[in-house]
């Protein structure tokens, strides 16, 4: 009958049914075995909403009088408390009525339940019913049953299907403890007692609930107490250490109780206001006691309950500060040494802080209503205060406590409405003073810190005063290097904290670069001094940019600019567009001045490259095309009105053909600027070529027949990337398949003196489609590697392999945008193995043989580790046999790799440890291998794993050669070789022991 109640439609059920149906059910409650259905039958019952409410009352007295419910099974009892939580929905007025029946017999129902599943609705209901109900006489028999389950130590197993937490459980109970003022009287002592205990997690839980108490218990039941909870909260924090979660906890702790004293709905009366000055008493008068020895550690800890208390509440923080205030002054008038000193001004400083948080800071609309910004009890402290912290920044050959007034003048600065804009310009300049002539580097960098915390919330006063002042500096040409890049250090710390502030930084700092360049054309012939600071403005530049860059990731920043007009054009292509066209006029420029050639130095056009590319990266599409168009036509076509201003054209009357073999040596230089653009922009954007593959046939040709290496392997570079990106409908790689690769691989199976650019070239194209897991690219790896049996080209071909293997995130990866398919070192490893392992099989030369061991270890070092580590049984006489070669980056990579098989497969090392051992302690010890510091540390670290990596009895007949051979590491010249090699020893005196 009870499965049919619950699966028919309740409108099929009338009410004369359903009471027919209810007397039945209550008529049998006494059957025990029957329990479980019947409790079916009435959910199915109350449920179907057929019941009046009367009817339904009955329930709960019938089920109390004729259950008891802790002798059956978890699904009957959660049956029941499902029924009484339906009851407590639908009739609770009418069990409100009968409470001093109902409450009694539902505690007693509940008393000794334990399944997590029906404490979760046991607690629901207990709060509801302390809520809404007159619990008279019954409090204390309520808390006696929730104290029973009081601190929670539920810990759900593993893969609970039901899906309930400690923290559920937690913050029922604790739900229940706060419901209702009528328990305050019982609840308090029971909370302090497990609040003296020692164990945590009832430390923990009864601070939560005493804290959430004070805003429903009355401060009445607290005030016999407050001594109690302030002597136990002081016990627990002064014994904890200092910043450890267990002290923030009891600081957090008194915060709330605090707080909660000041906002509770008894705290406007009397009783109210008296027990949150009970509590603030007993912690000021113990408080102000220990700040008097300033020096002592329960000092440091008071002002931080000090600094708390004032975080709390804004009658807590008149009051505190209204009696600590006054005495931290008297203090600082007396005799104290500068530690001592220190320490009370930090405690002003915190306070500070802690009334900033309470009340906020400059220019920051609050919208709590329970603090006035313009009632702050600092108000009428300020001017002493601000005297304080000027005064100590000061203090001469005493940085700490300089750095203590930077920061309590900071702190004022930043309070809402405590400084007037007149005191606030006057801490601005006083700031800048300890940032641009202060010679302590440490109140320099602290100075910086503080202008830029303050440009954060105001940076109209900082733009009108403190860059100003910094642009000023750096326009000082007798400045010395390390000063100008301080002061562009400085420069760069402003300008990222506002968006607006950047903008006008970035034209100024183009001005300023243009100013230094103009400054050359008078010299004779660069100097360091001057590159030094050109560098030194375009680093700023870049720093600048790239700040903005990570702020295009934040949703908020993407919408502000969606919503710019479309011809805003971004601050960073401006920038990036004033650069390239002084670039590319330097190098078409006949006059050979010292100015152009500056600009046509190659770190400066590098620096040139990079802040190009972060600004196209952060401009919006539509810009950043636009500019890569104009970059296109200017290197490709010739097109040099894009950039250059017609008067410099007509002068000049030069071509522009960067990516010519013969361009001018100025000219190449600049072509890192087209590959920045390339690099930067997304295979989405339309390349604005007519074909793409006409144009990378050419590039490849130009590359391989450049004088210059360096212009070659930039245009290499550039075909690469146009290869990678751009291969739409695998066109490139046709092209590349069918006349490139062949015109290439005649110059690698030759010994002319193409050879080496055409590796280059070689190498960057295969390495485009071996990311892309092509075919094509795979097969063009194999030739790589045929190159190394060839003696002429061998060694040029481990440069190529480096290329193809590296990780490298320049040109081509992620960071660029560029198609990379996850598996390809996996692909590259199983195809290139068996070709590496065939060649050193069959080198014709000891040098050959080298060289493929060389690109094996570059192999192995390159591929995922659950791809090489199967492999490497196979390979370990092979790896044996590198490690006789002296080659310290060979020697250095295979013993990388033995470490890893110590940590991931030491059993594959285990029958060859008896001969890899010798040859880790002979390349240990510099007496026999006195040139590589590096190999010698890699070999001790290798030694030092295995002892936790092989059995004892494999390593036990080694013992006493390794520890006598370590000795000698012991007197190894260098420190850093010493240190490992003591450790290495360490480990193994551990194998001596019994």
């Known amino acids: 009958m ?57 329930i709960a007295s019938r089920i109390f009088e004729e259950i008891n ?21 639908k009739c609770g007025e009418q069990l409100q009525e009968d409470a001093a029946n109902f409450l009694p017999a539902y505690i007693q129902a509940m008393d000794g339940e334990k399944d997590p599943r029906n404490l979760v609705i046991a607690f629901g209901l207990v709060r509801d019913i302390l809520r809404v109900f007159d619990i008279g006489d019954n409090a204390e028999d309520v808390c006696n049953v929730l ?72 401060p009445i039941a607290f005030k016999p107490h407050i001594q109690t909870i302030w002597e136990l909260a002081k016990e627990d924090i002064m014994k904890a250490q200092d910043n450890s979660e267990e002290q923030r906890q009891v600081l957090s702790f008194l915060r709330s109780i605090a707080k909660g004293f000041s906002t509770n709905t008894w705290s406007s009366t009397s009783k109210g206001e008296e027990a949150l000055s009970l509590f603030l008493t007993e912690a000021l008068e113990e408080c102000l006691q220990h700040l008097k020895e300033p020096e002592s550690k329960l000092a440091r800890i008071s002002g931080k309950i000090l600094t708390t208390l004032i975080e709390a509440s804004d009658p807590c923080c008149h009051q505190v500060v209204g009696v600590a205030a006054p005495s931290l002054f008297q203090l600082l008038q007396g005799e104290l040494s500068s530690t001592g ?32 910004a313009d009632s702050s009890p600092f108000l009428q402290h300020k001017d002493l205060l601000l005297d304080i912290f000027s005064v100590t920044a000061q203090t001469p050959n005493e940085t700490g406590i300089r750095i203590t007034g930077l920061r309590g003048m900071v702190a004022l600065a930043l309070s809402r409405d405590l400084l007037a804009e007149a005191e606030l310009r006057n801490v601005i300049i006083q700031l800048q003073r300890f940032l641009v002539d202060d010679s302590e580097e440490l109140v320099s960098d602290a100075a910086l810190q503080a202008v830029a915390d303050v440009c954060r919330h105001v940076p109209t006063l900082i733009m009108q005063n403190t860059i100003p002042l910094l642009f000023s500096e750096a326009r000082d040409l007798s400045l010395t290097p390390d000063r100008f890049a ?22 100024e700092l183009l001005s300023l670069f243009f100013e230094r360049v103009k400054a050359l054309s008078g010299n004779e012939s660069l100097d360091d001094v001057a590159m030094t600071s050109l560098l030194a403005i375009l680093g700023t530049i870049q720093g600048i940019l790239q700040t903005r860059m990570e702020h295009v990731l934040n949703p908020s920043y993407a919408q502000t600019r969606a919503s710019a007009a479309e011809n805003d054009k971004d601050p960073g292509l401006a920038v990036a567009e004033a650069l390239l066209e002084a670039t590319i006029t ?34 919006d599409v539509q810009h950043s095309t636009e500019f890569v168009r104009r970059i296109f036509a200017t290197f490709f076509g010739n097109k040099l009105s894009e950039f250059v201003k017609n008067s410099v054209q007509d002068s000049q009357m030069l071509r522009f053909e960067p990516l010519k073999r013969n361009a001018t040596e100025s000219a190449a230089r600049v072509v890192p600027i087209l590959l920045s653009a390339v690099t930067a922009i997304t295979p989405a954007t339309q390349l604005p070529l007519s074909s793409p593959s006409d144009f990378l046939y050419s590039l490849s040709a130009e590359a391989i027949a450049s004088p210059s290496p360096r212009h070659g392997a930039c245009l290499s570079k550039i075909a690469a990337v146009i290869l990678n990106k751009w291969d739409r409908g695998g066109q490139l790689s046709h092209r590349v398949e069918n006349d490139i690769c062949p015109e290439l691989e005649t110059y690698l199976d030759g010994d002319g003196p193409l050879v080496v650019p055409a590796l280059v070239a070689y190498a960057w194209l295969a390495r485009a489609l071996v990311l892309k897991s092509s075919k094509l690219g795979m097969k063009m790896a194999s030739k790589l590697i045929s190159v190394l049996g060839n003696n002429a080209t061998s060694k040029l071909g481990i440069e190529a392999l480096e290329t193809l293997l590296s990780d ?56 995922p580790n659950h791809i090489i580590i199967p492999e490497l049984a196979q390979l370990l006489p092979t790896l044996f046999t590198s490690l006789t070669y002296p080659d310290e980056v060979l020697q250095g990579s295979v013993i990388d790799i033995f470490h890893l098989l110590l940590a991931e497969a030491a059993s594959m090392l285990t029958p060859h440890i008896s001969s890899l051992i010798p040859v880790l302690l002979d390349l240990a010890n510099h007496r026999r291998n006195p040139r590589s510091m590096n190999v010698r540390s890699q070999s001790l670290d290798c030694l030092q794993a295995m002892p936790a990596s092989i059995r004892y009895d494999i390593l036990h007949p080694h013992v006493k050669r390794v520890l006598a051979q370590l000795d000698s590491c012991l007197d190894d010249p260098k420190k850093s070789v010493r240190r490992v090699a003591v450790a290495c020893k360490g480990r193994w005196l551990f194998l001596t022991k019994d």
């Open 2 to 58: 009870s499965c049919v109640l619950s699966e028919i439609n309740p409108s099929r059920i009338t009410s004369s049914s359903a009471s027919v149906l209810l007397n039945f059910y209550l008529e049998r409650l006494h059957d025990q075995p029957s329990v479980g259905e019947l409790a079916k039958g009435l959910l199915a019952l109350l449920k179907s909403d057929r019941l009046t409410k009367t009817e339904a009352s009955a």
């Open 69 to 89: 419910l802790q002798t059956y099974q978890q699904s009957v009892r959660n049956n029941i408390y499902r029924i009484i939580e339906l009851l407590m929905q």
């Open 147 to 218: 104290f029973a389950y009081f601190p929670i130590t539920f810990k759900p197993p593993p893969d609970d299907p039901y899906g309930i937490t400690t923290e559920d459980l937690r913050d029922g109970l604790r739900n229940c403890l706060v419901a209702s003022p009528l328990i305050a009287d019982f609840a308090i002592p029971a909370l302090l007692e497990k609040l003296a205990s020692s164990n945590p997690t009832a430390k923990r839980d009864a601070m939560d609930v005493l804290a959430l108490g004070t805003l429903t218990y009355p």
């Open 341 to 372: 000193r220190n320490a009370v001004v930090e405690d002003l400083v915190d306070f500070v802080s802690g009334g900033r948080i309470l009340y906020g800071s400059r220019a920051e609309v609050s919208n709590r209503e329970d603090v006035d």
């Open 486 to 507: 301080r002061t562009m250090e400085s420069i760069e710390v402003i300008a990222i904290e506002t968006e607006t502030s950047a903008n006008v930084v970035l034209a």
């Open 586 to 619: 330097a190098a078409i420029a006949r006059d050979p001045s010292t100015a152009n050639q500056a600009l046509s130095d190659v770190e400066i056009v590098n620096n040139v490259a990079e802040i190009i590319s972060t600004a196209i990266r952060i401009s």
């Open 808 to 863: 490298s995130e320049d040109v081509i990866s992620k960071q660029n945008a560029a198609v990379i398919k996850p598996l390809y070192k996996q692909k590259l490893f199983t195809t290139l193995l068996p070709i590496i392992n065939e060649g050193i099989r069959t080198a014709s030369s000891e040098r050959i043989r080298h060289n493929y061991l060389v690109v094996l270890s570059k192999l192995i070092k390159s591929a």
